[in-house]
C-alpha cells in the first residue's frame, strides 16, 4: 500500500487565479495519476504524471489548464490556472504501487471552491 | 457517454440487513472490476475486485458478482454495518491502469 497526502485539503479562490495542489507519497511509485470529482460526477483522469518528463494528458485536459511537475518518485504538483467556477471540483491524486496493477491508491483529496 | 452506470445515487439499508449494490457497464472490453469506498473528506479506498474471467469473489462480509452476458455487477454488503455507511464506487478497466468510474452510489445504514 501506499500512505498519499495532499496539501492543500480545500481552498477558496477567486476567478482569474491559479492554485498549485501537491500530492507527497511515503514510498517511490512508477505512476502517479491527477484525477477530478466535479459535484455528483464520477472520477475524471486528468493525466499520469511522468516523473522528469511532460504529464500524459486525456482528452479534454490541456497542460497550459492543467500543468503538472513530478520532479522524483514521491511528489507531484498539479496547478489549476486561470480559474473559474466551472474548476470548482474535488483533485485528487493517486499511485500504483508497482506490485499491483490494478489497485489504485488515493489521497484525500482537495476541495476547490472557485467564486 | 457514461461506460459505467450506477443508477442509484443512494441507498438506506436497515443495520444486519444485506446491502446490494448495483453497476452496469457498455463496453464488453472491460475485463477487470473494482469497488471503492469513499468516506467524506477522504479519497476513495479499494474494497474488493473481480476479473472478467470469474463471476464471484468473496472478501470477508462483500461479495462481487459479476454477469458478463448483462454486463452488470453487484456488491452485496451482509450484514451491513453502521461503518459501511460511505459513497462507494463502482470501476471497470482494460487490461491498463486506466479505471473509469462510476457516478457513486451512497449508502446509508440505519442503526
Known amino acids: 500500500s501506499a500512505v498519499i497526502s495532499q496539501k492543500p485539503s480545500r481552498d477558496i479562490c477567486q476567478r482569474g487565479t491559479s492554485l498549485t495542489i501537491q500530492c507527497q507519497v511515503d514510498?517511490?511509485?512508477?505512476?502517479m495519476f491527477w484525477y477530478r470529482q466535479q459535484p455528483g460526477q464520477s472520477l475524471t483522469l486528468i493525466a499520469t504524471?511522468?516523473?522528469?518528463?511532460?504529464?500524459?494528458?486525456e482528452s479534454g485536459f490541456v497542460i497550459d489548464k492543467f500543468p503538472i511537475s513530478r520532479p522524483n518518485l514521491t511528489f507531484s504538483t498539479l496547478t489549476v490556472s486561470n480559474m473559474s467556477p466551472e474548476d470548482s471540483s474535488i483533485y485528487l491524486c493517486?499511485?500504483?504501487?508497482?506490485?499491483?496493477?490494478?489497485?489504485?491508491?488515493f489521497g484525500p483529496g482537495t476541495r476547490l471552491t472557485v467564486l | 457517454d457514461q461506460q459505467v452506470k450506477q443508477n442509484s445515487p443512494s441507498l438506506s439499508v436497515q443495520e444486519g440487513r444485506i446491502s446490494i449494490l448495483n453497476c452496469d457497464y457498455t463496453?464488453?472490453?472491460?475485463?477487470?472490476f473494482l469497488w471503492y469506498k469513499k468516506y467524506p473528506a477522504e479519497g476513495p479506498t479499494f474494497l474488493i475486485s473481480i476479473s472478467s474471467i470469474k463471476d464471484k469473489n468473496e472478501d470477508g462480509r462483500f461479495t462481487v458478482f459479476l454477469n458478463k452476458s448483462a454486463k452488470h455487477l453487484s456488491l452485496h454488503i451482509v450484514p451491513s454495518q453502521p461503518g459501511d455507511s460511505a459513497v462507494y464506487f463502482c470501476a471497470a478497466s482494460v487490461s491498463n491502469y486506466q479505471l473509469i468510474w462510476g457516478a457513486g452510489t451512497k449508502l446509508i445504514i440505519k442503526p
Open positions: 514510498s517511490q511509485v512508477t505512476m
Open positions: 463496453n464488453s472490453m472491460f475485463d477487470y
Open positions: 493517486s499511485v500504483i504501487p508497482s506490485e499491483n496493477y490494478n489497485e489504485q491508491f
Open positions: 504524471a511522468n516523473q522528469g518528463s511532460e504529464a500524459t494528458y
